[in-house]
């Protein structure tokens, strides 16, 4: 079975309690209605993906449920999701199967029910173990929450692998407030996984209406979180796989690194993105308008674009330089027409060698720790450009 012929899936549940200040993401309150009708629209949505020859000659790999708060769903939903859409796939090959969860919605009951229908990899959104920072950022749980269902010795063997999400330069948060929410992560020994991402401020969230008065940190105090979580997660003994990402040998995420290295992925349900080369598309951000055209039997897709040589080159470049696989030189040829080692760029990657951001391993320009805090950077200067052409 070769890799070209994997497919992941994303399925997205836009559910929660109530909105966390900083969520970008397309997310609507909990209706009991709304969620069953939902649930209905996500089978029949892949059912028209299924009779698509595009995804009829793929294998699907990898799974992953997201949201949204996906473990907001009661037993019953859980259920009707399996009967709806999970018993339609065929799960043969699947290799990975991940499921967020949120601590105030998770039980052991709803846990072994995952681990039972093939879920293989939870993830849990913590984002702080401090009191302070879990309240500016709207949290549902608690600190105390938190660790006890981490250390609930009933998850113990029901998966392959626990991980758990963090958010570093929140408002007021100190590499010391930091410091003491990694430690007590890394108490639990079950924790296999961690992903750490900044803090971004979007404008369409309360901390965007907001974002004049609120007390984040420095720049530089930020760049000492990054390095501060690098050093906590080496002690701990995972490795850094891209820049938000660490895991212990063995236990990365492989739907993630299939998203980064240009791997077909289809999308289900309202807001959820698909990709398939070179086309990529995405639903409709609102559930109400999904389920009816679902149930119509209309697409709910409202964007779609084919990308050329140069918006698959730049993501190739920016993908790349933040995470440990790097940019292959003959994949970026056989992708996009273009050579990577050429047209000016020779002279910034020698510069960006030198300076011990990037390292060339068989034809593989692979980013340090430190290159990967500045991959923006070197992917403005990597970037192809239109040529312009004058009579």
């Not at 919605?105 to 681990?115: D, L, Q, R, T």
């Not at 009933?154 to 100190?174: A, E, K, R, W």
């Not at 696989?325 to 002279?347: L, M, S």
Request: some cysteine; glycine content about 8%; charged content about 25%.
């Amino acid at each position: 079975m070769s890799p070209d012929n994997f497919l992941s899936i994303y399925i997205h549940i836009p559910f929660c309690i109530r909105k966390c200040r900083y969520c970008d993401f397309y997310s609507i309150p909990f209706d009991v209605s709304l969620v069953y009708r939902y649930i209905e629209a996500l089978g029949k949505e892949w059912e028209m993906y299924e009779s698509n020859p595009l995804i009829k000659e793929k294998t699907v790999y990898t799974i992953y449920i997201g949201g949204g708060t996906p473990s907001i769903l009661d037993i019953q939903m859980w259920k009707k999701l399996d009967e709806a859409l999970f018993s339609k796939i065929n799960m043969s090959d699947v290799k990975e199967w991940s499921l967020e969860c949120n601590p105030e919605s998770f039980s052991i009951e709803k846990g072994e029910m995952y681990a039972d229908t093939g879920v293989t990899r939870l993830t849990f959104g913590v984002q702080s173990l401090n009191r302070r920072e879990l309240s500016i950022c709207g949290r549902a749980h608690s600190a105390d929450r938190a660790l006890e269902t981490l250390n609930d010795s009933g998850l113990d063997g029901l998966f392959n692998s626990i991980g758990v999400d963090l958010i570093y330069s929140l408002p007021g948060q100190t590499p010391e407030t930091l410091d003491n929410t990694l430690s007590k992560v890394f108490s639990v020994p079950i924790i296999k996984h961690l992903s750490a991402y900044e803090l971004t401020i979007a404008q369409d969230t309360t901390f965007g209406r907001h974002s004049k008065r609120l007390p984040v940190p420095s720049e530089e105090l930020s760049v000492q979180m990054y390095e501060l979580i690098g050093k906590r997660c080496n002690r701990r003994g995972m490795r850094q796989y891209e820049i938000s990402n660490y895991a212990m040998p063995g236990y990365e995420s492989l739907h993630n690194k299939a998203y980064w290295s240009h791997k077909p992925y289809i999308g289900l349900g309202a807001s959820a993105h698909s990709y398939i080369h070179p086309k990529r598309w995405s639903n409709a951000a609102d559930a109400e308008s999904y389920i009816s055209k679902i149930f119509d039997g209309r697409s709910a897709v409202n964007f779609e674009e084919t990308l050329g040589p140069l918006e698959i080159a730049a993501e190739m470049i920016f993908l790349g330089l933040r995470s440990e696989g790097g940019i292959n030189e003959k994949e970026f040829a056989a992708h996009t027409g273009i050579e990577f080692y050429a047209d000016g760029r020779e002279k910034m990657l020698d510069e960006y060698s030198s300076s011990g951001f990037l390292e060339k391993r068989d034809g593989i320009w692979i980013p340090s720790p430190k290159g990967m805090l500045f991959a923006d950077m070197m992917a403005r200067g990597l970037i192809p450009r239109k040529k312009n052409h004058t009579a």
